[in-house]
Nanobody, 121 residues
Framework: QVQVVESGGGLVQPGGSLRLSCAAS????????MGWYRQAPGNERELVAS???????KYADSVKGRFTISRDNAKNTVLLQMNGLKDEDTAIYYC???????????????WGQGTQVTVSS
């Protein structure tokens, strides 16, 4: 089995910073893209940022210049540094990873359980 676990959410004032961490573990042979999504009440889940194993990154326009994604391939981890947080960043943040399990030829998507980020004064 494969587990994806997020940590680091919480309550922060507007303009503040938070760092989210995500670790994939289990029967893993290789990980492709890892990314962060978020879902606010009443909204669809949306991509926040993603990173390929080669380090190519993608960001939602709404977070460019404020959020930074980074990953450690050796540790199967991905971080999301969030600076200049705004009220509209409030959401549940989910990590996902494209994982090829040992003995398999296919990459499958695995999701974490989510971590709440609340931006409020």
């Amino acid at each position: 089995q494969v587990q994806v676990v997020e940590s680091g959410g919480g309550l922060v004032q507007p303009g503040g910073s938070l760092r989210l961490s995500c670790a994939a573990s289990g029967n893993i042979d290789s990980i492709g893209t890892m990314g962060w999504y978020r879902q606010a009440p009443g909204n669809e889940r949306e991509l926040v940022a993603s990173s390929t194993s080669a380090g190519s990154t993608k960001y939602a326009d709404s977070v460019k210049g404020r959020f930074t994604i980074s990953r450690d391939n050796a540790k199967n981890t991905v971080l999301l540094q969030m600076n200049g947080l705004k009220d509209e960043d409030t959401a549940i943040y989910y990590c996902n990873a494209a994982v090829r399990r040992s003995g398999s030829t296919r990459f499958l998507w695995y999701w974490g359980q989510g971590t709440q980020v609340t931006v409020s004064s």
